[in-house]
């Protein structure tokens, strides 16, 4: 729909094009996936009142956002597949990061 729209009113012309590029994918190894539990909660913006005082307690990190840190990445409260996201778009690699584990959700942990 969104295609047609832009065909029709801007005259934009679209390709599509397939082809094999080379990712890493991130899978569970043999014992199983060890990923840690959250030592603190998330917070989703815009989910309600905040559980914090501002400007006395610390702020819990955002849900779903990556960030590096001293120990590696850490994400909180996302999926595999947006680990896979945040680590993709915050460690340089030279290839995409996939999820090929089938966990879902993610707990927050950092690598």
């Given at each position: 729909m969104?295609?047609?729209?832009?065909?029709?009113?801007?005259?934009?012309?679209?390709?599509?094009?397939?082809?094999?590029?080379s990712?890493?994918?991130?899978?569970?190894?043999?014992?199983?996936?060890?990923?840690?539990?959250?030592?603190?909660?998330?917070?989703?913006?815009?989910?309600?009142?905040?559980?914090?005082?501002?400007?006395?307690?610390?702020?819990?990190?955002f849900?779903?956002?990556?960030?590096?840190?001293?120990?590696?990445?850490?994400?909180?409260?996302?999926?595999?597949?947006?680990?896979?996201?945040?680590?993709?778009?915050?460690?340089?690699?030279?290839?995409?990061?996939?999820?090929?584990?089938?966990?879902?959700?993610?707990?927050?942990?950092?690598?």
């Amino acid at each position: 729909m969104m295609q047609s729209l832009l065909e029709e009113r801007f005259q934009l012309k679209l390709h599509r094009e397939t082809r094999e590029v080379s990712v890493y994918a991130l899978v569970v190894g043999r014992g199983g996936p060890k990923v840690p539990p959250a030592k603190v909660e998330c917070f989703v913006p815009g989910s309600g009142r905040a559980t914090w005082r501002p400007g006395i307690d610390t702020p819990p990190p955002f849900c779903d956002i990556g960030e590096r840190t001293q120990n590696g990445l850490e994400v909180h409260g996302a999926t595999m597949a947006n680990f896979c996201i945040a680590a993709w778009r915050t460690v340089p690699v030279d290839r995409i990061i996939v999820d090929r584990t089938g966990v879902w959700p993610a707990s927050s942990t950092s690598i």
